[in-house]
């Protein structure tokens, strides 16, 4: 038997993820913290923090060091998105947009040429990006998107629709689109109806290609710009088309699990915040003579905080573990840790402002910040119900995952 698995950190399993949180929590501590609640009231991304993580190598975290990134695996994509999360989601969610949706996809499914022309930018922060999949109509049901694309007699794709709800679709209060957007288009159709998709690599400056509208007024995630885009006649040529046409079904499905943990890691780093919040406060709140902690109605609140929070701690690191990044096939897990963490964290920050009552409730005392930002996590990536979907389908395929 190995003799030391027993010491083994499945949240820091080796030093290199050990100095990775040490160097991200100290960035947090100076950098993201102190303007969190600002960005947050005034809904506003913080671009010049963000192109900092690039100096850091956290914008390529999971691109091999040949393209300008870090080379790390899931485990690390997870830590880097949890502390970031435990004291800034919304800025965490444009981090997650563009390192895991839009670099860690072209880093796995694009071409040589693409990658050497593309990555370094993305990786240093010199361009920012995004994915867009969703649109006005169309969500959960993505196979029925009515963006199309049609090649042209020179060659050139000629694309056309809306795409909404895009995470740094546009990056400032002036329409700025992203410098780079990873787009998912109809090029065909099969027998069924539904959509042959096709991977479009679309670069702000392209004709057609330009902002809808930002979305304000969000409930949470605020420190994240979210836009509709909009594709009107939009030229993209012919070398921005990732693998053949009609075949990005598999680039959907590979990516979607390193965002599934990416959301997770989330969750884990508000539930991490709002439990260490409410376990203060219970000790310097006092009420009929006593620290509120000796009630047994706030001790159920910590109690059952603590557990679960546990419990998403090891499903999350359990799962990056088992996560190859180059490869799909880990669907079950993807879906079943962010179908747990998303609303167990979602339960911890609301106990956290039940905890502490009307400071709970105020902005300067982080925790309703929280509670807000983590209701977007049941519904982005998937909501709920299609991960109660998936993993249905996925254990009538495979019962024997039970009994492992
Ligand atoms: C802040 C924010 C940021 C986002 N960022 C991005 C981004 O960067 N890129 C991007 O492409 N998208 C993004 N999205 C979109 C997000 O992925 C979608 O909102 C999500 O997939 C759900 O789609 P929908 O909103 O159209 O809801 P719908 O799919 O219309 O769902 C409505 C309800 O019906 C349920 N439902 C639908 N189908 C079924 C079914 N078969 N069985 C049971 N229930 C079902 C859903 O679970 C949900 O409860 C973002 C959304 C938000 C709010």
Same mark, same amino acid.
């Given at each position: 038997m190995d003799s030391d698995w027993q010491s083994i950190d499945l949240a820091n399993p080796t030093e290199e993820h050990r100095m990775l949180r040490k160097m991200i929590r100290d960035f947090v501590l100076e950098e993201v913290e102190p303007q969190a609640l600002e960005y947050d009231k005034h809904e506003k991304f913080n671009q010049d923090l963000f192109r900092k993580l690039g100096d850091y190598g956290l914008l390529g975290i999971s691109v091999s060091e040949n393209y300008g990134g870090s080379g790390m695996d899931a485990t690390a994509v997870a830590i880097v998105n949890e502390e970031l999360s435990y004291s800034d989601p919304?800025?965490?969610?444009?981090?997650?947009?563009?390192? =895991?949706?839009?670099?860690?996809?072209?880093?796995?499914? !694009?071409?040589?040429?693409?990658?050497? /022309? +593309?990555?370094?930018?993305?990786? #240093?922060?010199?361009?920012?990006?995004?994915?867009?999949? #969703?649109?006005?109509?169309? !969500?959960?049901?993505v196979l029925g998107m009515q963006t199309v694309a049609e090649q042209d007699k020179n060659g050139n794709w000629v694309i056309n629709g809306r795409k909404m709800w895009i995470t740094n679709g546009s990056i400032d209060e002036n329409s700025t689109p992203a $410098?780079?957007?990873?787009?998912?288009? /109809?090029? !065909?159709?099969?027998?069924?109806?539904?959509?042959?998709?096709?991977?479009?690599?679309?670069?702000?400056?392209? #004709?057609?290609? #330009?902002?809808? =509208?930002?979305?304000? $007024?969000?409930t949470g995630m605020r420190a994240s710009n979210t836009a509709?885009?909009?594709? $009107?006649?939009? +030229?993209?040529?012919?070398?921005?088309?990732?693998?053949?046409?009609?075949?990005?079904m598999i680039h959907m499905m590979r990516n979607?699990? +390193?965002? /599934?943990? !990416?959301?997770?890691?989330?969750?884990?780093?508000?539930?991490?915040?709002?439990?260490?919040?409410?376990? /203060?406060y219970a000790s310097e709140r006092e009420a009929f003579g006593s620290e509120i902690r000796d009630f047994g109605q706030i001790q159920r609140h910590i109690g059952e905080s603590w557990a679960e929070y546990r419990a998403m701690r090891s499903y999350v690191y359990d799962t990056a573990r088992n996560t190859d990044l180059s490869k799909s096939g880990n669907r079950l897990d993807t879906?079943?840790?962010?179908?747990?963490?998303?609303?167990?964290?979602?339960? +911890?920050a609301d106990r956290a402002i039940q905890v502490m009552g009307g400071y709970g409730y105020v902005g300067e005392y982080v925790v309703e910040r929280l509670w807000r930002d983590s209701k977007l996590l049941e519904i982005g990536g998937g909501t709920l119900e299609s991960h109660q979907k998936n993993i249905t389908r $996925?254990?009538?395929?495979?019962?024997?995952?039970?009994?492992?």
């Open positions: 919304g800025f965490c969610l444009a981090y997650l947009a563009h390192a =895991q949706l839009m670099v860690n996809n072209l880093a796995h499914n !694009g071409s040589e040429e693409q990658k050497s /022309r +593309i990555l370094p930018k993305v990786c #240093s922060g010199e361009w920012i990006g995004c994915m867009a999949m #969703s649109e006005p109509g169309y !969500g959960t049901d $410098d780079i957007c990873w787009l998912y288009a /109809r090029t !065909g159709t099969d027998s069924k109806g539904r959509a042959q998709i096709t991977t479009f690599l679309v670069e702000k400056g392209m #004709s057609g290609f #330009s902002v809808g =509208q930002k979305i304000y $007024d969000k509709e885009l909009v594709f $009107d006649n939009c +030229i993209v040529p012919p070398e921005n088309v990732v693998g053949n046409p009609g075949e990005s979607l699990e +390193i965002e /599934r943990i !990416g959301l997770a890691a989330m969750s884990l780093g508000i539930a991490r915040r709002s439990l260490s919040a409410m376990n /203060r879906d079943g840790v962010k179908l747990y963490a998303t609303t167990a964290a979602k339960n +911890i $996925d254990l009538a395929k495979m019962p024997e995952k039970i009994d492992e």
